[in-house]
């Protein structure tokens, strides 16, 4: 993608996401329509809906060639990456959205023809958005994030993990995982793949393991991490498949191979 075409492509981008965050800090108050999805705790509210909508409807309007994966269905199926395609969380983090009105983000990556060109990951309710423009590094609002620390210790990493592990169909043995996570130095659960990347990227949690993500959790994330030099594979460490689910591991590339090789891979099941 040419440089112009990205500028232009993140400056809409992001202000499309900074006014959908307007609108739902406006709103945050205002009685809200829950149903669930595939089980009792997948959530889903209107908001979800029509902040998914706000972004379709436009992205359509001034691009009409461009294509769109996003959660809530308004989006295209697709069935591979070729083009300019928006992958989109209206609300990453839905339960931290109706239960504790916080917590929650907007992520919105850009991919050219399969590759991340823009991530915007936005902190709704602290107003903090994260960025990043392939080859040009990451930010936290204005704040040129560093690069990762490269002599980070997997006895002194903290890593965020939810436990999915334990539901996800069993995939690594529980024992290994223990053994996990009595070697690091902590665990961190912030409930939203979307943020938990964007801290990775910030160098506040080293890692961040799911045994299963959608695409729009982690698609704007995994440029925001890449930029500071952080790598993004599955569990196994194989490249992510933006058209399906994941299980992802996101972390600095000091402590990536230990986890994958001595801990995930060996507890495969
Ligand atoms: P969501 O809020 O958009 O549904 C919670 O730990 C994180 O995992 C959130 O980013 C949440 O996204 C996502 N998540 C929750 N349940 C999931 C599932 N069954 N498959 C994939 N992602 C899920
Ligand atoms: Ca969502």
Redesign the pocket.
């Known amino acids: 993608m040419e440089l112009e075409t990205r500028n232009t492509l993140y400056n809409q981008a992001k202000e499309w996401v900074m006014e959908a965050g307007s609108i739902i800090r406006d709103q945050i108050g205002a009685p809200l329509e829950i149903n669930t999805k595939?089980?009792p705790?997948?959530?889903?509210t209107t908001m979800?809906k029509n902040t998914e909508y706000f972004f379709v409807s436009r992205i359509k309007r001034a691009f009409p060639d461009h294509l769109i994966i996003s959660?809530e269905g308004y989006g295209d199926d697709l069935k591979n990456l070729k083009g300019t395609v928006w992958i989109i969380?209206p609300?990453?983090?839905?339960?931290?959205?109706v239960h504790q009105k916080r917590n929650?983000a907007i992520s919105v990556g850009i991919y050219h023809d399969g590759i991340g060109e823009i991530g915007l990951v936005y902190n709704v309710m602290d107003d903090i958005l994260y960025s990043a423009k392939r080859g040009e590094g990451a930010y936290k609002n204005d704040f040129n994030l560093p690069m990762l620390p490269a002599d980070r210790k997997i006895t002194e990493s903290i890593i965020g993990m939810?436990h999915?592990w334990l539901c996800?169909n069993r995939l690594v043995d529980e024992k290994v995982m223990e053994h996990f996570v009595r070697t690091i130095r902590g665990t961190r659960?912030?409930?939203?793949?979307?943020?938990?990347f964007a801290y990775v990227a910030e160098g506040i949690i080293d890692g961040y393991i799911?045994m299963?993500?959608?695409p729009?959790?982690i698609a704007a994330g995994c440029v925001i991490v890449n930029e500071v030099g952080g790598i993004s594979t599955n569990a196994w460490g194989e490249d992510i498949n933006f058209l399906g689910?994941n299980t992802i591991v996101a972390c600095n590339p000091a402590i990536q191979r230990r986890i994958i090789d001595d801990y995930l891979q060996k507890g495969r099941k």
């Open positions: 595939s089980n705790n997948d959530l889903v979800d959660e969380d609300i990453d983090g839905t339960m931290n959205f929650f939810n999915y996800e659960l912030y409930g939203s793949a979307a943020l938990e799911s299963s993500l959608a729009w959790d689910k």
